[in-house]
């Protein structure tokens, strides 16, 4: 890719750009993360209001991301200074970074349990194991020290290797063939899933909302995850965006990527929750959740084997065209903000995560014992960049488009100078000047307990 002068690398096409944009979205944190979170927090109840989040303030900040990354034409850090010279709204594209970093440390640790599980399929280790077996082999392979930490290399390699070849060539093609893939795998998993006995407990959980489980605290985890789960709230969209072509309607992008994202997570609960209550597995378990359950479903599958070879395969995919958009987004500012080259860029990225990756992975073997306020190093990373960082990086985001760069800027570029119709313009607007901020701002005071209402 280009660096800071001439020309920047964009997207080459508008199915292009969703599917880049999509195959940042998508990825464990539909089927990892949505299914572990939703099942500690009670289930149905949850699930609505995760919905809610996703209209009401997702694809507001979406849009908003979108509009200035395009408008900004530089990485996440570069957009901010670009549209607001001289004043301190870059902050937030540093805080984006930082953020960026942490994620990329937890995310590919879970991503490296992906190659575990392909390499276990291949070789046919759930095959015969019992529910209580196979809980056994996921915690006692994510208790190890070496095996967890050799997966986060090899994928910590594969992500940077395809960000040094570039925006298009890397990113655009792998998403392409292999994400409608995944929702047709997982449909075919639903399906097996809801048919087993004992599945109808699982949709209740998941369907039937009982608002006693709901705390302020699943309140805001819900907002967490509707911003991880889109990935906003840290500038990869902006980063992104930075790469579309101007001839591309934001809004149509900002919907088909939502609509594809939550369809993906909902699917992925309907393939998880049936056979969590089937087999006998406590749907709050976990971080684990996902990896125990599934080997459950894929035993009780005609062609299994196949199925959960193909299936952990495109988990890795899904969750490598995440993994490329969060080191992209430190790329992007290394070189366009530090003058370094591309490589070296990522290399630098890649050294200094992979610190805070190792420790992730280490999170349940030979660093158990390490705790930052009662929660392991993984933990922290994972409650604290859903919880903390994207909300607090979505509220200024959103307030930076509609108090500083203003309405009629925001239609310029929604409206492609004019020739897009922008018809949701005057909502959009009122949601991101009040409802959403004031949202925010509100769940996460109260999430985190400081204030009491
Ligand atoms: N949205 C990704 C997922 O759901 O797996 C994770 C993610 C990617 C989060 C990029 C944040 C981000 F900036």
């Known amino acids: 890719m280009k660096e800071t002068t001439g020309a920047r690398e964009s997207f080459g096409s508008k199915f292009g750009v969703i599917a880049a944009t999509a195959g940042s979205a998508i990825g464990l944190g539909n089927i990892w993360r949505f299914p572990y979170v939703a099942g500690e927090n009670g289930g149905g109840a949850f699930l609505l209001i995760y919905l809610g989040f996703i209209l009401l303030i997702g694809i507001p900040v979406m849009l908003s991301e979108f509009v200035i990354g395009r408008a900004g034409q530089q990485n996440a850090f570069g957009s901010f200074r670009k549209l607001a010279p001289g004043k301190p709204w870059y902050l937030i594209g540093l ?3 930082a953020a960026a970093f942490m994620i990329l440390a937890f995310y590919t640790a ?21 529910p209580a077996e196979l809980e056994l082999m996921f915690s006692d392979f994510q208790s190890g020290s070496f095996r967890p930490v050799l997966w986060f290399f090899v994928f910590m390699g594969l992500t940077a290797f395809i960000i040094m070849s570039g925006v298009k060539k890397g990113i655009e093609k792998s998403t392409k063939i292999l994400m409608p893939l995944l929702l047709i795998l997982l449909l075919i998993m639903a399906i ?3 048919t087993l006995p004992g599945a109808l407990e699982g949709i209740k959980f998941l369907f039937k909302p009982d608002f006693t489980k709901i705390t302020t605290k699943s309140v805001l ?67 684990g959740l996902v990896y125990i359950t599934l080997p459950n479903i894929f035993q009780q599958m005609a062609g299994g084997y196949f199925f959960s070879l193909l299936f952990f395969v495109l988990l890795g995919v899904a969750a490598l065209t995440s993994t490329i958009s969060v080191l992209e987004v430190i790329v992007a500012f290394f070189t366009e903000e530090l003058g370094m080259k591309r490589k070296a860029a990522t290399w630098t990225a890649t050294a200094l995560v992979s610190i805070l990756g190792v420790m992730s992975a280490l999170s349940w073997g030979a660093l158990s014992g390490v705790q930052v306020f009662g929660q ?3 933990g922290i990373l994972d409650y604290a960049s859903a919880n903390i960082l994207l909300p607090l990086g979505g509220f200024f985001i959103v307030l930076f488009v509609a108090w500083f760069f203003g309405r009629d ?30 949202c925010i701002a509100f769940i996460f005071l109260q999430g985190l307990g400081l204030i009491k209402v």
């Not at 393939?271 to 709050?284: C, L």
């Not at 409206?415 to 959009?428: A, C, D, E, I, M």
């Open 95 to 97: 805080m984006g970074v």
């Open 110 to 130: 879970v991503a490296g349990w992906t190659l575990e599980y392909i390499y276990q399929s291949l070789v046919n280790g759930f095959r015969g194991k019992s």
């Open 221 to 287: 985890e819900a907002l967490g995850q509707s911003f991880f789960s889109l990935s906003i709230g840290m500038g990869t969209l902006i980063t992104y965006a930075s790469y579309v072509p101007k001839d591309n309607n934001l809004g149509g992008t900002a919907l088909s990527v939502a609509t594809a994202d939550t369809l993906i997570a909902i699917l992925a609960g309907v393939a998880i929750f049936p056979a969590v209550f089937a087999f006998g597995i406590a749907p709050g378990s976990g971080a």
């Open 376 to 378: 392991t190093i993984f």
């Open 192 to 194: 097996r899933s809801v």
């Open 409 to 438: 800027n925001a239609r310029a570029e929604l409206g492609n100078n004019g020739s897009v119709r922008t018809g949701y313009l005057p909502f959009y607007i009122f949601i991101i000047r009040f409802i959403a901020p004031l």
